[in-house]
């Protein structure tokens, strides 16, 4: 499944390797592509949208809640 999240608070490179790192903890096989400059967070995986932004949060980074 592709899930697509909102998040804020990333500013350089290593928020971005943060937030994968914490994505591929809860998926080891995710894909996670990131564009900072739109806060966009794209991921491959088969778990849960829920689990997958509560890794994004518990690095400090505010997920916006999905419509």
Known sequence: MNH???VTG???GH???AVT???QQVD???QVAIDRTQN???VQSAQAREALAAAIAEEGYAV????
């Open 21 to 23: 790192r914490a994505l």
């Open 28 to 30: 080891p096989q995710a």
């Open 4 to 6: 697509t999240f909102t």
């Open 10 to 12: 990333m500013t350089c």
């Open 40 to 42: 966009r967070v794209e």
């Open 15 to 17: 928020c971005e390797k």
């Open 64 to 67: 916006a809640p999905s419509l």
